[in-house]
């Protein structure tokens, strides 16, 4: 199921170079392509940023991508072709930015609200224990009783 | 205290959006400022038997300027560089991006010239090696070859007086 699907995006991407006017050198490695693709789904496009490099038919993408099947032709890692194009690009290619200080809230931030959350609920409901049950007195309870009774009866 | 917290809600996030949403998302900060220029050796458009590295306009400070003729917004940028190369306070060397030659030249030949030298990169491959994104970007960089500036986008009297002005101040340019 995994493979048919992988095979049909890469058709689709194939026949998508093929509109980009791009020359399809490598359709004969398939491995490449797909550990391409594969990294290529992680990467920003900067021209349409809200598409991957994988899925992107913008000119850049197109070269991007070619850069990165030829660097892994050359036999260089997955990490070493993210440097290549965090070096040239920025972090800003990355999908998934890494860990470092600038990005300490964007990572820490969910854990953040749901400790502040967390603080909020623990208050509230500790709020809730302390409120005493209202005290009423027994006469003013059997007026109520009364009047309620007369109520029902009108009715 | 308790009737202000909606107020108080309401304030910080008006204070992340203002600041959000006034950010321009299409500027890609460039991890290249204050890196030195990338090498290459590629051919002169007009000489295409020489070569032009970076390394050539060591002791100046230059201007790097990547074009093409296919692009519209360097068509916006054009009669600002060539005022620019008019006033000759520093060479302005352009890089023809992705394009055909004659284009390239039947465009400069028409619009003008303001480059002092123009080298092609039909393949783009330095435009990838200097992370260009957008046609036209302008690399400010400076006479031991560092890198100190870059615009993406058309460079305006605007983003001059701004942005290129104050660095060449320092660099006594």
Redesign the interface.
């Given at each position: 199921m995994t493979m048919r699907f992988s095979s049909i995006v890469f058709c689709a991407l194939l026949s998508c170079q093929a509109f980009a006017g791009e020359a399809v050198p490598n359709a004969e490695d398939p491995v490449i392509e797909q550990r391409m693709n594969k990294l290529a789904e992680d990467l920003r496009c900067?021209?349409c940023?809200n598409e991957s490099l994988a899925g992107s038919r913008a000119?850049?993408a197109a070269?991007?991508r070619r850069?990165i099947r030829e660097q892994m032709h050359a036999g260089k890692s997955d990490k070493e072709v993210v440097a290549y194009l965090?070096?040239?690009?920025?972090d800003?290619v990355l999908y998934k930015p890494p860990f470092k200080p600038v990005t300490f809230l964007l990572w820490l931030g969910p854990a953040l609200f749901l400790a502040v959350g967390g603080v909020i609920w623990f208050f509230t409901l500790r709020r809730r224990r302390n409120l005493a049950t209202p005290q009423i007195s027994e006469a003013a309870r059997q007026q109520a009783a009364k009047l309620l009774a007369e109520e029902e009866d009108k009715q | 205290m308790k009737r202000f917290i909606p107020f108080i809600v309401f304030a910080v996030l008006a204070t992340f959006f203002y600041v959000g949403l006034s950010r321009n998302?299409?500027e890609?900060?460039?991890?290249f400022i204050g890196k030195p220029a990338p090498a290459f050796a590629q051919p002169q458009l007009f000489e295409p038997a020489k070569t032009f590295s970076p390394k050539d306009m060591q002791g100046q400070v230059w201007l790097f300027n990547v074009w093409a003729s296919w692009c519209v917004s360097c068509r916006d940028e054009h009669p600002y560089l060539v005022e620019l190369a008019k006033a000759k306070r520093l060479p302005i060397v352009g890089l023809n991006y992705?394009d055909k030659p004659e284009e390239a030249k039947a465009w400069l030949a028409q619009l003008g010239n303001p480059y002092s030298l123009a080298v092609v990169d039909p393949?783009?491959?330095v435009?990838?090696?200097?992370?260009?994104?957008?046609v036209p970007e302008t690399y400010l960089i400076d006479r031991a070859g560092v890198i100190r500036y870059k615009q993406t986008g058309p460079v305006t009297p605007q983003v001059w007086q701004e942005k290129f002005e104050p660095l060449l101040k320092e660099l006594g340019v």
């Open positions: 900067l021209v940023q000119d850049l070269d991007l850069e965090t070096n040239r690009y920025g800003f | 998302p299409r890609v900060p460039s991890p992705k393949e783009g491959r435009g990838i090696d200097y992370g260009v994104y957008g």
